[in-house]
């Protein structure tokens, strides 16, 4: 295993060098008709208060993460009638526009949002505010897919695994690739992962700009995600870190803080090269944070029940928002009293010719039962890869897009498998959050963590703005050359961060290891150059990027 940690670690270092990214998420809304089993959004958690945040709260939300030093986040929301792809898309260009002193700013926004056609992929490049799209397959399993989102827009299969071949039709060329390691077979996950890879490259000659690697955490609500039917270990968790890594070697590879601290630093010694910093994973938690650290904690967003009916949505006129809470059948929005109807497995897989309303039906039985522990079921992964390809043209239709009207609220969710030898123990989730967080450090507890380690951080946003996308960016990626761009560029973003936020602690840290770094830059004429742009930095300048 050693060996195979030690190569993992080798190829990131030629392609990408000493250097992680950071990012933060940002959630816009929880309001979701999704059933996800695992996840705390889902329409049947009616403990969540679900929430939107206005225009206010998102300026708010996106100073305070720049207050905290980001420059690059990603913005996630849940799959619901009452926040729209219009109104994310209106909060996308808010985010984009915000500014905040001294020097605040974000310069890369990835997605992370429900399943859309190429029309929708379309007007998302037509706003030149977006970088990655990405969006988690969950699990390539079928059997357990259809388990884990028995009904409602996210359950047909084929609708979302080619989700990332309608990005590239809609000329959005940097998507990122997800599993949710604990629902099925860790080992088939990957090999499913790998075989998308694949895919992508040799049909639009781009792979996946990122593959994000998140292991179940807690949720509130979810039984399933409390004690997983498919639990990874540690140990081979890190052996699929690496595996993926040595397959996929162009790829940027994000762990994010659903992991605990000690795991992470372990893991950017298996190949990983992005994670997200600072995070939380609930509705307008940063500026209330921010406030609270001043004493002078705000409200947050208002759950839905304390709105008034015509007011709930963002953006949308109250006829439209009372028309919407008599015909919508979530959870939230419907009486309770009200029977659910129940999608089957063959209905999640249709693509409908065009959306049809719920109709009432008899109280749904209880869900089937979560797949048997991993160690019981290995038979399937020798099938992968001989299932026919989903038919491109019928899923890569706009009409093909499943409707909003054929969610269902929530049958009982299914008891929770028995515990994998050696599962992690029961702990408690947090109420308002997607998942747990496990590392709950700042973003400068972890940039002053990672280097004291010699590693760089970066909040480089370069390639992006200089359309080293896609193809483009997959030619340099693979040749090993990028790290021609990355080693300088996260240096000087790491120099604004020093001169912007750190405090004397970091910036002792940060200048040493600058000053170690640069002389790694291969080329004499590009060192100089590094060095007259960090001088810019120091006397004012912002943004000096390759």
Known sequence: MNELYATALEIKQRIYGDRIVLFAPLYTSNWCTGSCLYCAYRGANLDMHRTSLTKEQLVAEAQAL??????????????????????????????HSVKSEPHGEIRRINVEIPALSITDMKRLKATNA????????????????????PYGPKSPFNWRILNMDRAMMGKCDDVGLGALYGLFDYRYEVLGILQHAQHLDRTYGAGPHTISIPRIQPAAGSAASQRPPYYVDDANFKKL??????????????????????????????????????????????????????????????????????????????????????????????????????????AADAAPASPA?????????????????????????????????????RWCDDDAKPSDAAAAPAPAAPAP??????????????????????DTRTMLEVVKDMMRSGIIPSWCTACYRCQRTGAKFMAIAKKGLIQDFCQPNALLTLAEYLLDYADDEGRQLGWDLIARE?????????RQAFLEKLEELKGGARDRYF
Do not use: W
């Open 66 to 95: 720049q207050r905290n030093g980001h420059k690059r986040i990603v913005m996630l929301c849940g799959e619901h009638p009452n926040y729209s792809f219009e109104q994310f898309v209106d909060d996308l260009l808010t985010v």
């Open 241 to 346: 870190v690496a595996i993926i890594r040595i397959c996929v070697p162009y790829t940027g590879m994000i762990l994010s803080t659903r992991e605990s601290p000690a795991m992470r630093h372990e893991c950017i010694r298996m190949g990983i090269s992005q994670m997200s910093a600072g995070s939380h994973t609930d509705v307008g938690s940063y500026a209330h944070m921010a406030a609270s650290a001043t004493g002078h904690p705000s409200a947050g967003p208002k759950p839905c029940h304390e709105v008034p009916v015509g007011a709930i949505s963002n953006n949308v006129p109250p006829l439209a928002a009372t028309k919407h809470i008599k015909q919508c059948c979530c959870p939230h929005c419907r009486p309770r009293t009200q029977a659910a109807p129940q999608a089957t497995p063959a």
């Open 417 to 438: 498998a028995p515990a994998a030898p050696g599962a992690a123990t029961e702990r408690p989730a947090d109420a308002a959050s997607q998942f747990t967080v496990a």
């Open 130 to 149: 977006v970088g990655t799209i990405t969006l988690f397959q969950e699990t390539y399993h079928r059997e357990t897919f259809r388990t884990m989102h």
């Open 357 to 393: 309303p719920a109709t009432p039906a008899a109280p749904a039985a209880a869900a089937p039962a979560a797949p048997a522990p991993a160690t019981q079921a290995t038979g399937d992964i020798e099938s992968m890869g001989h299932e026919p390809m989903p038919d491109l043209a």
């Open 518 to 526: 640069q002389l790694k830059i291969k080329s004499d004429k590009r």
